[in-house]
């Protein structure tokens, strides 16, 4: 079915910087202009763009009213942002799907994401974890040097990824190269499209391939229990979520989460040796980081009220994961804090879109944090990490490179 005309986002050649400033940070946390925002004001009009009212929530409680509603907001950006008469466009997969088009796809991978089925995953995870622990070592320079961003923080993800959908060896170099470039908004709406477009693209081709021969990860898996409901582009955009979310995610908060915690003695070396205290520690690094620094955008379909804050239907709401997670009315602000009540934080989002990977993400991390330190403890930063080059302009924060001394 084709959908209504919309504005084609291809044809921006620049986010304006009124509308991506907040993306930007002071190292690892929110600008103190995201911040003095958020304290003054947790919903705010942050500009109008291209006819729309933007509206900007920096606030805890006021992000999980947005988030957490099921009824008043629409995630589906294609009326927005699209081009007509094409069906799929190029947008697509749970996170821009509103029910019931979302609850009868997310039934296709819930099962996948259960505790039992991951638990399969758990020895392929820690393999992975220690064979790049290898390539680590095996990378260090004359000088005493490694860049943990190619030889730990990316691979770990992206090998466990590949498995975990079923990706064959052969079509992984090209996989790989799909990875960071639809998050970057300095290359313009044109870039930003065309890097979606061709993620999914490459998976919408491994669903058609593995659908006469189905493999032994996720998408094999769908199509052996479910292949008669699902059609080929729906599947495609189904793996195309899980690897967009699964990999440059989990990759910045391997590389940042290294750089943080190697710059804390006291907390590297408790990770090494404290079994207890690596979830904890997990978890205020996803609440501290927030590499994911917006949710998708809510669309009000009537007019709504934020915070005591009216909005108008036809407005777009963006929610700063970043400042949410540090807001100082309801979580530890700034600081690591291993005595937080709960694990509550968004770096997963919240409602009925919160990432169906959340679980895989932290088992990656759990295990990976504990075994560099241990494998590495005299590990520290080879940089102060102020001076690491940040992708600020990014939708997912991260880092192109981080290099350590390990001896």
Request: proline share 7%; with cysteine.
């Amino acid at each position: 079915m084709a959908r209504s005309s919309g504005i084609d986002l291809s044809r921006l050649d620049k986010v304006p910087q009124r509308l991506s400033w907040p993306l930007t940070r002071d190292v690892m946390a929110p600008s103190a202009r995201l911040s003095a925002e958020r304290d003054k004001a947790p919903v705010h009009k942050l500009t109008t763009f291209l006819g729309m009212d933007v509206w900007l929530v920096t606030g805890d409680a006021e992000a999980r009213e947005v988030l957490g509603a099921t009824t008043g907001y629409s995630t589906d950006i294609r009326p927005y942002f699209g081009r007509a008469g094409d069906e799929g466009g190029d947008f697509g997969g749970l996170g821009f799907t509103d029910p019931p088009d979302h609850t009868r796809l997310r039934k296709f991978l819930t099962p996948e994401f259960t505790m039992r089925r991951l638990a399969r995953l758990a020895p392929l995870v820690e393999d992975t974890v220690e064979r790049q622990l290898d390539e680590v070592e095996a990378g260090v320079g004359a000088d005493g040097i490694v860049d943990l961003v190619p030889t730990f923080a990316f691979p770990v993800p992206f090998l466990v990824i590949c498995d975990l959908l079923g990706v064959p060896n052969e079509r992984r170099e090209r996989f790989s190269q799909l990875a960071t470039a639809r998050f970057d908004v300095t290359k313009g709406g044109q870039g930003v499209v065309g890097a979606i477009g061709g993620s999914r693209e490459f998976l919408l081709g491994e669903a058609a391939r593995q659908r006469q021969d189905p493999g032994p990860g996720l998408i094999g898996q769908i199509i052996r229990e479910h292949g008669d409901e699902i059609s080929d582009f729906d599947l495609g955009g189904l793996a195309d979520g899980v690897f967009t979310g699964g990999l440059e995610t989990s990759a910045s908060m391997l590389a940042l989460g290294t750089a943080m915690l190697a710059d804390d003695r006291e907390t590297w070396h408790r990770v090494a040796r404290e079994p207890e205290v690596v979830a904890p520690v997990v978890e205020e690094l996803l609440r501290l980081l927030s590499v994911v620094q917006v949710a998708f955008p809510r669309f009000p379909q009537d007019d709504v009220v934020v915070g005591g804050v009216p909005i108008s239907k036809g407005s777009v709401v963006l929610a700063s994961l970043p400042a949410a997670n540090r807001d100082p009315r309801s979580t530890a602000g700034d600081r690591i804090d291993l005595e937080r009540a709960g694990s509550s934080h968004l770096a997963f989002g919240y409602g009925f879109h919160r990432c169906v990977g959340a679980e895989l993400a932290r088992m990656e991390l759990r295990a990976a944090f504990p075994r560099l330190a241990a494998r590495f403890p005299d590990l520290r930063p080879a940089v102060p990490i102020a001076d690491l080059e940040y992708r600020a302009q990014s939708i997912v924060y991260g880092v192109e490179a981080v290099p350590v001394r390990i001896g």
